[in-house]
Protein backbone atom coordinates (compact mmCIF):
# COMPACT_ATOMS: atom_id res chain seq x y z
CA UNK A 1 0.00 0.00 0.00
CA UNK A 2 2.63 2.38 0.55
CA UNK A 3 4.34 1.91 -2.60
CA UNK A 4 1.33 1.97 -4.02
CA UNK A 5 0.49 5.46 -2.50
CA UNK A 6 3.87 6.87 -3.00
CA UNK A 7 3.97 5.01 -6.70
CA UNK A 8 7.86 4.49 -5.85
CA UNK A 9 8.85 1.45 -4.53
CA UNK A 10 12.21 2.98 -3.24
CA UNK A 11 10.30 5.87 -1.11
CA UNK A 12 8.49 3.37 0.87
CA UNK A 13 11.87 1.14 1.85
CA UNK A 14 12.78 4.29 2.49
CA UNK A 15 10.27 5.25 5.11
CA UNK A 16 9.93 1.09 5.95
CA UNK A 17 13.43 1.54 7.39
CA UNK A 18 13.57 4.62 8.55
CA UNK A 19 15.76 6.29 6.57
CA UNK A 20 12.88 8.83 5.43
CA UNK A 21 9.93 10.35 7.59
CA UNK A 22 6.55 10.78 6.07
CA UNK A 23 6.29 14.02 4.99
CA UNK A 24 9.91 14.04 2.88
CA UNK A 25 8.50 10.96 1.45
CA UNK A 26 5.17 12.89 0.25
CA UNK A 27 7.48 15.97 -1.02
CA UNK A 28 9.64 13.01 -3.27
CA UNK A 29 6.60 11.34 -4.07
CA UNK A 30 5.18 14.94 -5.50
CA UNK A 31 7.84 16.08 -6.96
CA UNK A 32 7.18 16.10 -10.41
CA UNK A 33 3.70 16.89 -10.24
CA UNK A 34 4.68 19.82 -8.01
CA UNK A 35 7.00 20.83 -11.47
CA UNK A 36 4.04 20.22 -13.73
CA UNK A 37 1.85 22.70 -10.69
CA UNK A 38 5.13 25.20 -11.35
CA UNK A 39 4.66 25.42 -14.76
CA UNK A 40 1.17 25.10 -15.33
CA UNK A 41 -0.77 26.14 -12.48
CA UNK A 42 -2.67 24.50 -9.84
CA UNK A 43 -6.32 23.22 -10.46
CA UNK A 44 -8.30 23.71 -7.57
CA UNK A 45 -9.80 20.68 -6.00
CA UNK A 46 -7.09 18.71 -7.60
CA UNK A 47 -4.12 18.76 -6.62
CA UNK A 48 -4.79 20.00 -3.60
CA UNK A 49 -6.82 16.79 -2.73
CA UNK A 50 -4.25 14.47 -3.97
CA UNK A 51 -1.62 16.47 -1.71
CA UNK A 52 -3.74 15.61 1.16
CA UNK A 53 -4.78 12.21 0.36
CA UNK A 54 -1.34 11.10 -0.44
CA UNK A 55 0.06 12.37 3.38
CA UNK A 56 -2.73 10.64 4.68
CA UNK A 57 -1.85 7.36 3.02
CA UNK A 58 1.85 8.12 3.53
CA UNK A 59 1.47 9.15 7.46
CA UNK A 60 -0.93 6.50 8.64
CA UNK A 61 1.46 3.44 7.24
CA UNK A 62 4.51 5.24 8.60
CA UNK A 63 2.72 5.38 12.39
CA UNK A 64 1.62 1.73 11.56
CA UNK A 65 5.59 0.56 10.66
CA UNK A 66 6.83 2.45 13.92
CA UNK A 67 4.56 0.70 16.28
CA UNK A 68 5.70 -2.82 15.28
CA UNK A 69 8.61 -4.04 17.12
CA UNK A 70 12.11 -4.29 15.90
CA UNK A 71 12.96 -6.84 13.38
CA UNK A 72 14.45 -9.81 14.65
CA UNK A 73 12.62 -9.47 18.17
CA UNK A 74 10.86 -11.91 19.61
CA UNK A 75 7.72 -10.13 19.87
CA UNK A 76 7.93 -9.88 15.36
CA UNK A 77 8.53 -13.71 15.62
CA UNK A 78 4.45 -14.08 16.59
CA UNK A 79 3.89 -11.85 13.37
Same mark, same amino acid.
Given at each position: ?? #? =???? #????????????? =???????????????????? =?? !??? =?????????? !?? !? #?????????????????????
Amino acid at each position: ML #S =GSCK #SLVLALAVLRGRM =GAEEACVAARLAEQHQVEEW =GE !VEA =GHDLDRADLQ !VR !V #SAASAFLRLLPPPGSPARADL
